[in-house]
């Protein structure tokens, strides 16, 4: 069966044929559309660290609520350390490799392998929690729509996986103009909230008339235990710097000088990242957000406290600023972030081939996802992505905070396993380096890459310690899996080589003496005729057709009719008593190899081309059975000899001309004079 | 990717291998194991067939149940019709036809496709309804199981299907026990039943003291509306018919003289069938079994109706006549009887590949259905057959009385068709037949063949009639779309062939003059040299080695190893600045064309053959897409040269020896000292 034809044309029905080019060439990212492709993760986060952070401390009251002033300032001043640590990356390793690059050159690739876990996991939680955080917001301003939080999840998911399918361009300009109304959105936000805190008339939260009760256990901590609800908080709060690496990973994809562009952009980033996370925290704690992750818990809530959820922070903030839950301001906060979250999952569907690519070139992964011309391996690893992060929101229905505990353990594996491998990198640099200035630049940039990797490595510890029980040991063992999986691939694949390896090429060609070419023949048609030509065209030692009789009256008449043509080419026939075309063949061409070992047995197969995929079911099934069967006998070589149907005149095949996560490579796309189109056409046609 | 071996090995894994020969040679069927196998399916349908039709009456309470006498009059009658009808077949066509046969060869293609459409639905039909009345005992048995009725029943159809798939050999032994247990128990229950009766201790049923009551609008039925009830019961009751043409079906696996045996078998069939039918309905309203659809409208009951069911009327009639629902002689009548509609279920599974075969020979089903070695041809059928039934049983919730609705109008349609095809096959043999003997018997079987046609087509009338609205119409349109596939099938088929075949086959061949030879290469290893040297074998007149520089470090280490053995045979580099391989391939290989369009250009790709499933994912996926790109290039054959990785020396590949069905074609199963062994194997070894 071809699989592929099939696949390809159940994916063209569900998801049509890929767009063709607008006859533009692709050009490289300017700094303007390369920090909305790039920034969407890290910039979208914004919008539930700080939920994240007060959820957690509510867990206590409101008690601790001012912890998150502190929280909050951790944060920015570790997101502000990993910028700086980042930008070091995009300078010294400029050909994309980001992370896993670093790590596996300057510490080994074992070390390399953790990374690479640690960042597919890290993909699969980006689609996952991205998406929850949008359905949340989504919502926030359509609260009947709580009944199908899970479902349309889901739905989200299934349609980022469609789009991405088709190949749709990752358009900078599709991207800019969600992020950037989220950025001014979220700016103008918290400027006039500021503002109005400022001139006396603070807004006010909806919930900040309510009590919140501490959950069992966490009331009235005192010690160790309050430290670690701080650090809890701490940790959940770090969930803003999820995705602060992508630029790292998109520096080819930025217009000259590269590296340059690329630092200036990931500072950009970090500097918009802080300020709107600074406001929306300050916000929250002015206007006095009481959010609690059950919703019980809240005294003098109204409403049924097990199916009305409450709005997400960033809602709440914006009603109160812009004046109700059913202002235009409102709905445009929630709109842009309901926008941006969708992108920021869109990026994982991106940035995945792209790092499955790499992985495979190292041949970690299967060898087919390096090369981009099989679709179809970028399409399976996009339906994989899709498929367990469907599974997770499922598990989790679709809930942050939930999700959250896992997302966060693999960003900050890589962040230390990077910043390590940084600091190697420039003690390398250093022994090598004479000139002064330059030594005084990695003097430079090995402490801000140290400290980076102390504090990335501190915040592990405490992630860790806070989130392992409460679902981070899912993340831990997934990447556990992934690891062992690819150094299983790697393995194999070097075992492999070294059996395939060959000391001598000389020596080692033993050229069979005689050629026995064997034409399988079911009925007198052409494309039996071409067969017979084309075997007969390589001039073999001994040539015969083959059939077998499946049904006897049809093999006589063959029998009588390949007589009466008179063709030179004997045609032996094959008995079947037991209604098989397989076995007796096989048989047959083993029995060849037993009597001339040293001949070398070519079977010609003729093989329909057909032009729609269900006609596949109906050809070449037996045809495809009976090579794979043959292929396992010694000396054999099996040729198919193809004969275009007329409907696949009426339907020829289009090549497809963009790969996912092409725009991140820096990768053109196909200029419209390729000749590359289907049968037929003329090299000189335009598409 | 090697879909055949990924799913032979899931299939492996799931069922494991197919199961070895006993060592024995099939034999053809001694008419005592014939039996069972072929008429398990009718002898099973006595089960629910007494129960629709009370169900039926008992919509307009206990006032009509008098008529079951009448309607067990009628069925019992045309049972004997349509019986004697078929022995008729039996002789008239011995190689196993059956309805398909006569009607394709007597009234036409048409109307043979639509008995095969029939046919086809009735196979689906009988899993979901002998499972869902199989249930249905196993409950009466262990009520507490309501709850599990539909999970139980879709277990049971998977539990078959994989037994099947497995090719687990459709043994007479194994049939036969639970058969003649069943026939002995029912028979001994109607006789001890009937023999307390005629001595004045009739039994009573459970459920004798409750009353019913009407169903709205059923009450009070006068003229034609009671007409109406009487004629659903009957036609309901037609139920117990349904599987009475198998044995025309099956005449190759009879013993000599094969027509008599078939003959003698199907009328001992009838007979059984007739005294176990007449006895339980007998029984039934002796004993006063009183068995509602809606359970609530019994009035009297104990228990909840909405989740306690009504036992069936034979574990009615069981614990009636044994002692009460705890002793032996019920849970062996509910134990037989569950047995033996499982066997029934079976029998679908093993006619209808038979069926598939048949069409495939005709071309109205793919071609790969028709001949035995394609394992995975017969095995998509079962797991189709077994998805629909599931899907059927989910759907109606594995109640008996609304699958019924749907299964007796296939069942009569054909009936109907083939009687009328034996009318004018008679006539046929009357026109051609001389000797007044053997005229005077076709009259008389014509006779009884009218008759058989007339009775079973009022019979369709009334069916289509009382049932269509109740659920038919989903057998109808089920049937139609397969009718109009089959034909689509056929079209497809014969215009493939007008558009292939060649009026003189000495002038439609133009030999190629002359053949370029291409070696694709991606290191030099020892698969890339037995390519090289194979490719070298076929002395073709251009031969060429090609390589495409995805990495360009790569792509020189090889261009310089290969100057460095100094090969005649030239490398020549592509480059490919989009990361492919297959697109620059493809353009080299038709500019080929282009330049020399009579030559023919053989291109040698190396494939591995591998042990495991799942190193098909790690090997040959780029292969296999280039592969098929390239067929797409006209005057282009593809040789697939393999190698044999030592994974495959250490799991080789061993063919199974049974297909589904096997028997009843009367097809010996493969002789252990077959020769088909995996690779290495001596001949002479046996298995």
């Known amino acids: 069966m071809k699989v592929v034809n099939i696949v390809d044309a159940v994916k063209r029905l569900l998801i049509g044929r890929a767009l063709p080019s607008e006859g533009l060439h692709e050009t490289l990212l300017p700094k303007r559309l390369a920090l909305p492709i790039f920034a969407s993760d890290p910039l979208s986060s914004v919008a539930y660290a700080t939920q994240e952070i007060l959820l957690v401390l509510t867990l206590g009251g409101l008690a601790y609520l001012h912890f998150a002033t502190w929280a909050a300032v951790a944060v920015v001043c570790l997101l502000a350390v990993v910028v700086l640590s980042y930008r070091q990356v995009v300078y010294a390793y400029p050909s994309g490799g980001g992370s896993y690059e670093v790590v596996s050159t300057n510490l080994g690739p074992s070390a390399g392998l953790v990374v690479a876990a640690s960042l597919l996991v890290d993909y699969v939680m980006t689609v996952a929690v991205s998406v929850a955080s949008g359905v949340d917001n989504i919502i926030s301003a359509v609260p009947s729509l709580n009944a199908y939080r899970t479902g349309m999840a889901i739905a989200f998911v299934a349609l980022l996986a469609t789009v991405n399918l088709r190949g749709v361009r990752e358009s900078g300009r599709a991207f800019a103009a969600p992020t950037y109304l989220f950025i001014t959105g979220v700016l103008i936000m918290c400027a006039t909230g500021l503002f109005r805190w400022l001139i006396g008339d603070a807004p006010v939260a909806e919930s900040a008339a309510y009590g919140i009760e501490p959950a069992p256990g966490d009331a009235d901590l005192a010690g160790l235990a309050l430290l670690m609800l701080g650090l809890r908080a701490f940790s959940s709060g770090c969930t803003a710097l999820t995705g602060v690496e992508a630029i790292s990973n998109g520096v080819p994809a930025f217009r000259k000088p590269k590296s340059q562009n690329a630092a200036t952009t990931m500072g950009a980033m970090g500097l918009i990242a802080i300020l709107m996370f600074s406001g929306i925290t300050a916000l929250a704690l002015i206007s006095q957000v009481h959010i609690a992750e059950d919703t019980c818990r809240l005294t003098g809530f109204t409403g049924n406290c097990h199916t009305t959820p409450q709005r997400t922070v960033i809602a709440q903030l914006a009603a109160s600023v812009f004046g109700g839950a059913h202002s235009v301001g409102f709905f445009y906060i929630q709109t842009a972030t309901a926008l941006v979250l969708v992108l920021a999952a869109n ?38 992505l899709a498929l367990v992060a469907g599974a997770l929101l499922w598990a989790f ?170 063709f030179d080419t004997p045609l032996k026939t094959l008995a079947s008593p037991y209604r098989e075309v397989t076995r007796p063949v096989v048989e047959y061409v083993r029995s060849i190899g037993r009597t001339s070992p040293r001949d070398v047995i070519s079977v010609f197969i003729p093989e329909y081309v057909v032009g729609r995929w269900w006609e596949n079911l ?41 790969a996912p996560g092409s725009v991140r490579r820096g990768e053109p796309a196909l200029p419209p004079w390729s000749r590359t189109a289907g049968p037929g056409s003329q090299p000189e046609r335009g598409r």
Chains 1, 2 share one sequence.
Do not use: C
Not at 359 to 383: C, E, K, M, W
């Open 347 to 384: 990026t994982a569907f991106n940035g995945f081939p792209l790092l499955a690519s790499i992985l495979a070139q190292h041949r970690y992964l299967p060898r087919q996802l390096h090369t981009r011309g099989d679709r179809l391996a970028f399409s399976n690893g996009i339906v994989a």
């Open 618 to 658: 109906l050809h070449n099934q037996s045809a495809l059975w009976l090579k794979s069967r043959l292929l396992f006998a010694p000396g054999v070589m099996v040729t198919s000899v193809p004969w275009h149907l007329s409907s696949y005149e009426r339907h020829p095949h289009r090549p497809s001309r963009r």
């Open 397 to 566: 229905h679709a809930s942050v905070t939930n999700l959250i505990h896992l997302y966060i353990l693999g960003v900050f594996t890589s962040f230390t396993l990077s910043q390590t491998g940084m600091v190697r990198h420039w003690n390398r640099a250093l022994r090598a380096e004479p000139t002064a200035a330059r030594r005084r630049h990695h003097h430079t940039a090995r402490a801000i890459n140290a400290v980076g990797a102390v504090v990335t490595g501190l915040v592990l510890v405490v992630v860790l310690l806070t989130k392992f029980t409460q679902g981070a040991y899912l993340a831990v063992i997934a990447a556990v899996v992934l690891w062992v999986m690819m150094r299983g691939i790697r393995r194999h694949y070097d075992n492999t080589a070294a059996e395939l390896a060959v000391a001598d090429p000389r020596a080692e060609t033993v050229a069979p003496s005689r050629v026995h070419a064997v034409v399988l023949v079911s009925t007198l048609h052409k494309p039996t005729l071409r067969a017979l030509a084309y075997a007969r065209a390589t001039r073999p030692d001994v040539l015969e057709a083959l059939t077998v009789a499946v049904d006897r009256n049809e093999a006589e008449a063959l029998k009588s009719q390949w007589d009466a043509t008179g």
